[in-house]
């Protein structure tokens, strides 16, 4: 029994009511129910079929949060486990080289003191970076799909503009404005990466 495209818009439909909100998990969980209806349950009529099938994700799409997602957001559990695959890395890094920084300034002080030398250039540096990150953002802000990855990438990137603001503004010392430069830099990797796979996700569903 292969489903109609009404049949497949009550699945998504479903999921929807069910917070389900993000279009890449939303579509992965349409095929795997999809699949799931036509292949197991043929000889039995949709409704009851698609009922059954439900029931086996109720436990994916019940509501969930974690701390390494939002202190007050709460989404399905598929999708908080997703998010949490994408924002885990970024976390590490980001402890890894406030680690390193602390380390730096203790027992290599003189490397801050080369860093305040040359300060001026790593901001103009890190300005050009910050106005090619905005192009990226502003260009993915306006697509229409909602999926995960955007929605990283937009945490990300009002994060990153708030630590921008406050180094301009010139509120941080030396050895703090060092740390903020290199751990913003090192989000590159990551909105690249985000963005890349939300394009990739219009590219493959033709969003």
């Known amino acids: ?36 209806v036509e292949e197991n349950y043929a000889e039995i009529p ?21 701390i390494w997602i ?4 709460n ?24 680690i390193l920084s602390l380390i730096i300034n203790i027992y290599f002080p003189n490397i801050i003191e080369h860093f305040l030398v040359y300060e001026h250039t790593f901001k103009l540096i ?17 697509t229409k799909a909602y999926t995960t990855y955007k929605y990283i990438f937009k945490r990300n990137f009002y994060m990153i503009y708030l630590i921008t603001i406050i180094l301009f503004i010139g509120y941080v010392n030396g050895s703090t404005s060092f740390t903020y430069l290199f751990v ?8 690249i990466q985000n963005y890349r796979a939300h394009f990739k996700f219009i590219k493959n569903n033709l969003i």
């Open 1 to 36: 029994m292969k489903l109609d495209k009404e049949q497949v818009e009550l699945i998504n439909s479903f999921l929807v009511k069910n917070e389900v909100v993000f279009d890449d998990v939303r579509y992965e969980i349409i095929d795997h129910i999809a699949c799931d």
């Open 46 to 66: 949709f409704p009851d079929a698609v009922k059954i099938v439900f029931k086996k994700w109720e436990f994916q799409i019940r509501m969930s949060h974690s």
């Open 70 to 73: 939002s202190s007050w957001s």
């Open 75 to 98: 989404f399905p559990k598929i999708t908080v486990e997703k998010l949490k695959q994408l924002s885990i890395p970024q976390a590490v890094v980001t402890s890894l080289i406030i």
């Open 126 to 142: 890190y300005g050009l970076w910050f106005i090619g990150i905005s192009v990226l953002g502003l260009k993915l802000f306006f």
């Open 184 to 191: 913003n830099l090192s989000f590159t990797i990551f909105f």
